[in-house]
């Protein structure tokens, strides 16, 4: 899974940036080094044809004034001409006037002018009366001039170009070379310097987003995606106490003292609760007077001898403006695994151990499971008060979970889980809401909403391009619906979905309680390709003559065998005795609750090859999946 | 404050690169005839001839790139 942490930093960018500076460094020399040396040529071959020309105009000119002498006297120019060269020229000059046309040919094989003139001839009229031609690897030049009466053609060879050529290559290169050197160094600066301003914002934003602006403590998102992190990493169950730190009437000291001073005191608390702990020992602000503290591998005697130290340390008075202020501080534990292994849950059972402690005017008060029902009464009612106003706002998201094949790896598909994003509570697990909804006659549009939530979801990673099929939970209430089957059905083809991308789990209780009224809509399910699956097989107490009938698709082994299969025979062979029974019906099977690699590895040696738990991934929310879809398709594989 | 950040060979490399680079600077004869060139390319050995003095490569430095074995 990705975590925040991995979020804010592109481990490649600076590679990348680097690459991309290089490869920018080098094509700006290459341009640099075609261009300048296309302008230079140019500019040489530029200079010689106009050298040419003011030589054929000068003999022109002496041609119309020597008259019948011309051609002697051009002779005589000539030779002038090349016994300056080093290397005398090749060259060619026709003449003609109103007497005819006479030619002067020095040191130019006949074949090679034959070309050149045909070439030259070839010309239109109207085109360039002067040009440059490359023959055989010899460069020619050659002019075309005419008076009234006089035309001629003069073609010379050029050694000069060649020369030039020569001269500008070995400027450019090396040239080239020292602009491909500023360049790189110019790349590896900037790019450096880009990477780090956008590793310094990123740490801003973490920072930001992960910290209180007060205490400069870390927040709660910190810490889920901590221990998330670390579960990650280290494969192993969550260890350790969670303790929320409440400062009891810290509003009357707020109103007393004044914002300022309160906001003092709290800076001052948390800096003396901070020296009080270990390094090891992660203390978050949760919320305005509310502290959180997770020690990782502690005991219920090691956190009852933290609390005990955070109360002698708490307890005494913390000076504002010269003032004494005492505090007095009420504290709520709760330990994984034994409460939870899930840092989300274990922070509402904080919750509730403190207001355990406050109810019996105690100190500290460590997590107490048979507390939850009657915290959850109180609780309850509020909810309940609350769930019109959730649905209406859309408060219900939709997490997911993947379903793995234990060999590969691969996410074959997801299962949607609903949490209530409550404004106050944060995000509260479905166990605290389901049974309301349940009970409160919202069960149909609650239902309704799961699934329509579910194609839509399954219509936007279409989209994408990800076929992913989902299945949804539903409670037996909602296929009493007796309208559930043509919704889902008009929803999947105004979605232009595949009925078989939707899966519907029923938990095995519901199945063996309600089959026969719930039986119509299961077949209308089947009828229309819908999948259906059985959850938290093997807790109910179903006949198999049921679960036979119900035509299912798929089972799912409940977490309870599989989380501790590797330890208890019992639960393995309730494991292989489920393997078998779904080979006999001819379904899959998914183990829930896969933690680790052993038990993933098991589980494929009995025959069981698809998986989901907290070893591939928790539930996410639909953002976070969406990422891991594109980006992480494969989980470890056995 | 000058920290180190180059492989011995990478080191050695910029020794010869420089040495070579300062020798055609300065004894090219009439073969480049450009003195603008001619002095680029005597910075150039120049700060080569200073990394393999000092281990130390300035560009390295700010791209936080090290060469040395880890």
């Known amino acids: ?638 | 404050m000058i920290k180190p950040n180059l492989h011995p060979w990478d080191r050695a490399l910029r020794g010869i690169i420089g040495v070579v680079v300062i020798a055609f600077a300065l004894f090219n004869g009439d073969f480049l005839e450009e003195p603008v060139i001619e002095i680029l390319l005597f910075i150039f050995g120049a700060l080569n001839l200073v990394s393999l003095a000092t281990g130390w490569c300035p560009v390295y430095s700010i791209a936080n790139i090290d060469t040395r074995s880890k």
């Open chain 1, 1 to 638: 899974m990705t975590t925040l942490f991995e979020l804010q930093l592109d481990k490649h960018l600076r590679r990348k940036l680097i690459l991309i500076c290089l490869i920018v460094a080098f094509v700006v020399s290459v341009i640099y080094g075609v261009v300048a040396y296309r302008l230079s040529n140019d500019l040489g071959v530029d200079t010689e044809i106009r050298y040419l020309e003011k030589r054929a105009l000068f003999l022109l000119a002496e041609v119309e004034e020597e008259g019948d002498e011309a051609q002697e006297r051009v002779n005589e120019l000539i030779s002038l001409m090349q016994s300056s060269e080093l290397k005398p020229e090749a060259l060619f000059l026709n003449v003609r006037d109103a007497s005819g046309a006479w030619e002067l040919n020095q040191f130019m094989p006949q074949a090679t002018l034959m070309q050149v003139l045909s070439e030259v001839e070839a010309l239109p009229t109207s085109a360039l009366r002067s040009g440059f031609l490359s023959i055989d690897g010899n460069y020619f030049l050659w002019t075309k001039q005419a008076n009234d009466d006089i035309s001629l053609i003069l073609i010379t060879s050029s050694h000069s170009i060649d020369q030039a050529r020569a001269h500008i290559i070995k400027r450019l290169s090396i040239s080239s070379l020292i602009v491909f050197w500023i360049a790189v160094w110019l790349a590896l600066t900037l790019s450096s310097w880009i990477a780090k301003r956008v590793e310094d914002k990123n740490e801003a934003l973490r920072k930001l987003a992960t910290h209180d602006n007060l205490t400069g403590l870390p927040n709660r998102l910190y810490l889920v995606d901590l221990i998330e992190r670390d579960q990650k990493n280290t494969e192993q169950p969550l260890v350790g106490a969670l303790l929320l730190i409440n400062i009891d009437k810290f509003k009357e000291v707020n109103e007393t003292l004044g914002h300022r001073n309160g906001d003092k005191l709290l800076v001052v608390f948390s800096h003396r609760l901070h020296q009080a702990l270990a390094p090891e020992q992660q203390l978050i602000r949760s919320n305005g007077d509310e502290f959180l503290i997770w020690a990782p591998h502690y005991d219920e005697i090691q956190a009852t001898e933290l609390v005990g130290t955070l109360t002698a340390t708490l307890n005494e008075p913390f000076l504002i403006d010269q003032l004494p202020i005492h505090l007095s501080i009420t504290i709520g534990v709760a330990l994984a695994p034994i409460h939870d292994n899930d840092i989300e849950s274990l922070i509402i059972q904080t919750d509730i151990a403190l207001n355990e402690a406050r109810k019996h005017r105690s100190e500290w008060s460590i997590f107490d499971p048979s507390k939850q029902l009657e915290q959850d009464g109180q609780q309850t009612l509020r909810y309940r008060s609350e769930l019109a106003d959730a649905l209406r706002e859309q408060q219900f998201k939709l997490y997911y979970q993947p379903k793995v094949d234990l060999n590969t790896g691969q996410i074959l598909s997801a299962e949607a889980l609903a949490r209530w994003h409550h404004p106050q509570d944060g995000v509260v697990p479905p166990l605290m809401f389901i049974s309301l909804i349940e009970q409160s006659g919202k069960v149909r549009e609650f239902g309704r909403y799961v699934i329509r939530t579910a194609i839509r979801q399954i219509d936007q990673w279409q989209t994408k391009g990800i076929a992913v099929p989902v299945a949804v939970n539903l409670s037996p209430y909602n296929l009493l619906d007796p309208d559930i089957v043509s919704f889902t059905e008009s929803l999947l083809q105004n979605f232009n979905i595949a009925p078989e991308m939707l899966e519907i789990e029923l938990t095995e209780t519901a199945t063996s309680l309600h089959l026969q009224t719930i039986s119509k809509s299961l077949n209308g399910f089947k009828e229309i390709g819908v999948k259906l699956s059985i959850d938290d097989f093997g807790t109910g107490m179903s006949s198999l003559a049921y679960i036979s009938s119900l035509n299912v698709d798929t089972i799912k082994i409940d977490r309870a065998f599989v989380c501790d299969m590797d330890k208890n025979d019992s639960h393995l062979s309730i494991v292989q005795t489920a393997l078998n029974l779904a080979k006999a019906f001819g379904c899959t099977v998914v183990a829930e609750g896969v933690e680790n690699t052993a038990q993933a590895k098991l589980l494929d040696s009995l025959g069981c090859h698809y998986g989901q738990g907290y070893y591939y991934s928790p539930p996410i929310p639909e953002d976070k999946f969406t990422a891991m879809l594109k980006f992480t398709r494969s989980l470890p594989a056995v």
